[in-house]
């Protein structure tokens, strides 16, 4: 098939029942794509008629995942809440166009139906009992139902999973409103679509039974139908259903576990999408690459290896600005404050190296921020010798007169106070770590004592000294 560059106008429609999971977001980033690469518009849609189940924090969620994410849209939130007085509208012409009916049959009725159904081994489906209902019965509120064509059959081409073949005579009359006057999402989704001139509509291929129904009802409505893509859904590292047994699945979570945008953003595009082999792809290549019909029709698995490794690798070389963002936002989580320690830039250029997420980065900054209370006891134990004494202290000496406080210079101040000595760099280096962090990881330790800076060098190593000494007394 080959791609049209028509400008794709385009829409996320959550439903605001909970967070922002992994599958939503990923939608939402194809639909993003699809409108950013051939400049056309994303529209975001809050779909909360279901007004038990919709909840404000979730809307705000959504909205806070999206934005973290970078999916910014052109339009909306539009909420379908509001627009209630539409559907009616809406409702009202098929009723008056004879494409719509008021359906009066109970519960047990319906309930019966589908068990004969069930019985006779077919598929339930309402029997159109009330289509050309003459006397409809007293005090019972409607439903109303879309009368759906007996004849023929709806054929689409989804730009995914290619040609979609259904009969009609596979589908029933759909329930479009309750009898409260709220409409069903089969219902809202057409009219919304319609109005907001949606060209290309991009979901789950969980609404892939929808999809034929919903045309049947832009045709009714006399709309031109826009084309589908459905994407595969994803899927646990084990082949199951993704959930929290696999780990975080709202995209905030995966912020709190220590995982920077561009690289969920990189990682969610390459699940069920992909060019090539590549693996590494800047927003700006996923723009121009980017095409709806190279989205795969397999499910995905979910990998959270290779998530870390791309995490790894925005970690070193990403965007410097929002690395900066996150490291921030993951300080003042744990209560870390970077004006009580070195430059977060700096912190970045040496521990970006080392680590796959923001939390193990912070997690094994804090003592370049805070002073620690006690020497891990195994470590202290094993390299807090009195052998090390003699080394601390020369150290110590020189690092007091040192005249400049970089890399090199404390690198160079190290290398010297070991030949004075003449002992191995490790003699020196394992204890003073152990000193300067309280336990015995660090990056190189030039850099260590760059990032803890002077005056804490100088005090820690006088605090290891101490603990030396009081060991040989003890
Ligand atoms: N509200 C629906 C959902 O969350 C939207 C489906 C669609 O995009 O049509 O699944």
Same mark, same amino acid.
């Given at each position: 098939?080959?791609?049209?560059?028509?400008?794709?106008?385009?829409?996320?429609?959550?439903?605001?029942?909970?967070?922002?999971?992994?599958?939503?977001?990923?939608?939402?980033?194809?639909?993003?794509?699809?409108?950013?690469?051939?400049?056309?518009?994303?529209?975001?849609?809050?779909?909360?008629?279901?007004?038990?189940?919709?909840?404000?924090?979730?809307?705000?969620?959504?909205?806070?995942?999206?934005?973290?994410?970078?999916?910014?849209?052109?339009?909306?939130?539009?909420?379908?809440?509001?627009?209630?007085?539409?559907?009616?509208?809406?409702?009202?012409?098929?009723?008056?166009?004879?494409?719509?009916?008021?359906?009066?049959?109970?519960?047990?009725?319906?309930?019966?139906?589908?068990?004969?159904?069930?019985?006779?081994?077919?598929?339930?489906?309402?029997?159109?009992?009330?289509?050309?209902?003459?006397?409809?019965?007293?005090?019972?509120?409607?439903?109303?139902?879309?009368?759906?064509?007996?004849?023929?059959?709806?054929?689409?081409?989804?730009?995914?999973?290619?040609?979609?073949?259904?009969? !009609? =005579?596979?589908?029933?009359?759909?329930? &479009?409103? @309750? +009898?409260? /006057?709220?409409?069903?999402?089969? *219902? %809202?989704? $057409?009219?919304?679509?319609?109005?907001?001139?949606?060209?290309?509509?991009?979901?789950?291929?969980?609404?892939? !039974? =929808?999809?034929?129904?919903?045309?049947? &009802?832009? @045709? +009714?409505? /006399?709309?031109?139908?826009?084309? *589908? %893509?459905? $994407?595969?859904?994803?899927?646990?590292?084990?082949?199951?259903?993704?959930?929290?047994?696999?780990?975080?699945?709202?995209?905030?979570?995966?912020?709190?576990?220590?995982?920077?945008?561009?690289?969920?953003?990189?990682?969610?595009?390459?699940?069920?999408?992909?060019?090539?082999?590549?693996?590494?792809?800047?927003?700006?290549?996923?723009?121009?690459?980017?095409?709806?019909?190279?989205?795969?029709?397999?499910?995905?698995?979910?990998?959270?290896?290779?998530?870390?490794?791309?995490?790894?690798?925005?970690?070193?070389?990403?965007?410097?600005?929002?690395?900066?963002?996150?490291?921030?936002?993951?300080?003042?989580?744990?209560?870390?404050?970077?004006?009580?320690?070195?430059?977060?830039?700096?912190?970045?250029?040496?521990?970006?190296?080392?680590?796959?997420?923001?939390?193990?980065?912070?997690?094994?900054?804090?003592?370049?921020?805070?002073?620690?209370?006690?020497?891990?006891?195994?470590?202290?134990?094993?390299?807090?010798?009195?052998?090390?004494?003699?080394?601390?202290?020369?150290?110590?000496?020189?690092?007091?007169?040192?005249?400049?406080?970089?890399?090199?210079?404390?690198?160079?101040?190290?290398?010297?106070?070991?030949?004075?000595?003449?002992?191995?760099?490790?003699?020196?280096?394992?204890?003073?770590?152990?000193?300067?962090?309280?336990?015995?990881?660090?990056?190189?330790?030039?850099?260590?004592?760059?990032?803890?800076?002077?005056?804490?060098?100088?005090?820690?190593?006088?605090?290891?000294?101490?603990?030396?000494?009081?060991?040989?007394?003890?």
């Amino acid at each position: 098939m080959t791609a049209s560059k028509n400008p794709i106008r385009t829409r996320f429609a959550p439903s605001p029942t909970g967070f922002l999971h992994i599958g939503g977001a990923r939608t939402a980033l194809f639909c993003w794509l699809a409108a950013r690469a051939t400049q056309g518009q994303f529209v975001l849609r809050i779909e909360d008629t279901d007004r038990e189940r919709s909840t404000a924090e979730s809307v705000q969620a959504i909205i806070d995942g999206m934005a973290w994410l970078g999916l910014d849209a052109d339009e909306g939130p539009y909420y379908q809440s509001a627009r209630m007085e539409r559907y009616r509208e809406r409702v009202d012409q098929l009723l008056a166009e004879g494409k719509a009916y008021r359906c009066y049959c109970s519960r047990e009725r319906l309930d019966r139906l589908r068990e004969e159904a069930m019985a006779a081994g077919e598929k339930p489906r309402y029997d159109g009992h009330c289509r050309d209902l003459q006397t409809p019965p007293e005090g019972v509120e409607p439903v109303i139902r879309f009368r759906n064509p007996d004849e023929g059959s709806v054929v689409f081409e989804d730009r995914v999973r290619g040609r979609i073949e259904i009969s !009609n =005579n596979e589908l029933d009359d759909l329930v &479009i409103m @309750r +009898a409260d /006057g709220t409409p069903t999402y089969n *219902f %809202a989704v $057409v009219v919304d679509d319609i109005d907001m001139e949606i060209n290309l509509v991009i979901r789950g291929d969980d609404h892939i !039974n =929808n999809t034929p129904r919903q045309i049947n &009802i832009y @045709r +009714a409505l /006399g709309a031109e139908v826009p084309e *589908f %893509a459905h $994407v595969p859904m994803i899927l646990g590292g084990d082949g199951q259903r993704l959930s929290k047994r696999h780990g975080a699945v709202s995209v905030l979570a995966w912020r709190e576990q220590g995982y920077v945008p561009d690289a969920l953003v990189n990682y969610l595009a390459r699940l069920g999408w992909s060019y090539g082999d590549r693996e590494v792809f800047s927003r700006a290549e996923l723009i121009e690459l980017f095409q709806i019909e190279d989205v795969n029709r397999k499910a995905s698995r979910f990998d959270t290896e290779k998530l870390n490794w791309l995490n790894q690798h925005y970690l070193r070389e990403g965007d410097r600005d929002q690395l900066l963002t996150e490291l921030a936002w993951h300080m003042g989580r744990v209560g870390l404050d970077a004006v009580n320690g070195p430059a977060l830039d700096d912190l970045l250029s040496v521990q970006a190296d080392r680590l796959e997420t923001l939390v193990e980065l912070v997690d094994q900054s804090r003592p370049f921020y805070q002073d620690f209370e006690q020497f891990e006891a195994g470590a202290a134990k094993k390299h807090l010798r009195p052998v090390a004494a003699e080394p601390l202290a020369a150290l110590r000496e020189r690092l007091a007169g040192l005249d400049d406080w970089t890399p090199d210079a404390l690198q160079a101040a190290v290398q010297a106070t070991a030949d004075d000595l003449e002992i191995g760099f490790g003699k020196i280096g394992m204890p003073l770590r152990v000193a300067l962090m309280g336990h015995g990881q660090s990056p190189a330790i030039n850099q260590t004592l760059w990032l803890v800076g002077r005056d804490r060098s100088l005090a820690r190593i006088d605090q290891a000294l101490a603990w030396i000494e009081k060991r040989v007394e003890g």
